[in-house]
């Protein structure tokens, strides 16, 4: 592992960034590279500062955004309790959780992340509630008293609010979103180009 | 070619809609297909339909975007002389034109299409100009009578028309869009999907 890691954006309402996460870590180990997993907030990057709507209720792209996620599903075989139609729960509780993990108890952010984007994709869990994101902790081995502090301490908020800032003044807009050596990827789609770029040293 | 054609849609005035032209045929006919080229317009589409910003001046996804263009250009091995960060030219002229012939002189249209986007792009010509629209033409061996009709005639506007409301009834919204037996795909790096779609027979 003497090349730089890979830095990887996701949210957990975002279910292109839950399917990325499912390889990213595999095609960076291929090439001796670790990933740094990171928080963001797309309802903040994409209704604030891009001043856009929210994706599933644009009009005509909505619907193929839609269509190309259940394709994108089929051809990897994932079979997801939730499905990319549904209402979207309220982010911040778990990625509060997890930006304060990162900060206090690095060694169980990524089990976190992993258990708690598990369950609410493919379990269909809404980890809005403290209970489901405690129960994610302990799918993902994280201490109980942890995980209460995780979803308590209020320093969680101000640490979410310092990556989502972090990550916007890096460019940061959507989930997945990926920078490799200053360079960056957007969206599920680019992980055959992310593995292509890692094996050639980039063009 | 027993097989359905492909649908193709693109705009002059956009990059990924241009460079998705070069390779399109190629990978049709590679699998026994045809394409047809329509046109689309995706400052309807994009501003009015589904009420978001020109791509190029939202915050932070026109800088990747630019930047995402660029890789693609040196992965390809494309020179171009308009740069993705160049001002837009109005489309509808060359559009009408293009939508013209489509309905009056249909075995021009293609042809005609390729050469306007070559000058445009990899010549760096603004095809908002009559003169420069007639001289695609004469590049792509369209008659210069062909021509002066399909750039006069007052029918252009309204079959352009058509044209975009037909495309965005079937839910086409960006350049480049692809149709291909029902199944919508959305952006230049769809192709290698595209291609594996083609060969497989879907999944």
Redesign the interface.
């Known amino acids: 592992m003497d090349r730089a890691p890979i830095d990887f954006w996701f949210d957990f309402i975002s279910p292109f960034g839950y399917v990325a996460s499912l390889r990213i870590d595999d095609i960076a180990a291929r090439h001796g590279r670790e990933v740094r997993w990171h928080p963001i907030l797309i309802g903040v ?1 994409v209704l604030k ?5 929210p994706l599933m209720s ?4 909505g ?2 955004i839609a ?2 996620f259940e ?1 994108y599903c ?2 990897h075989g994932l079979r997801l309790a939730r499905s990319i139609r549904d209402p979207l729960m309220d982010p911040l509780p778990v990625q509060r959780a997890f930006a304060w993990l990162i900060e206090h108890a690095s060694e169980h952010a990524l089990p976190f992340a992993r258990a708690a984007l598990h369950a609410h994709w493919h379990d269909g869990v809404a980890l809005d509630v403290e209970a489901a994101i405690h129960a994610a902790g302990s799918a993902a081995g994280v201490p109980h008293e942890t995980m209460r502090e995780a979803t308590s301490d209020p320093r969680a908020s101000p640490l979410l609010r310092a990556e989502v800032e972090g990550a ?1 003044a890096r ?4 989930s997945p979103y990926f920078i490799i050596d200053g ?5 599920a ?2 992980l ?2 992310i593995d292509a770029w890692l094996r050639s040293g980039g ?1």
């Open positions: 990057t500062v891009m001043g856009l709507r644009t009009p005509l792209k619907d193929y269509r190309e394709r089929r051809k916007i460019g940061v807009f959507g360079e960056p990827f957007f969206g789609d680019k055959e180009e063009w």
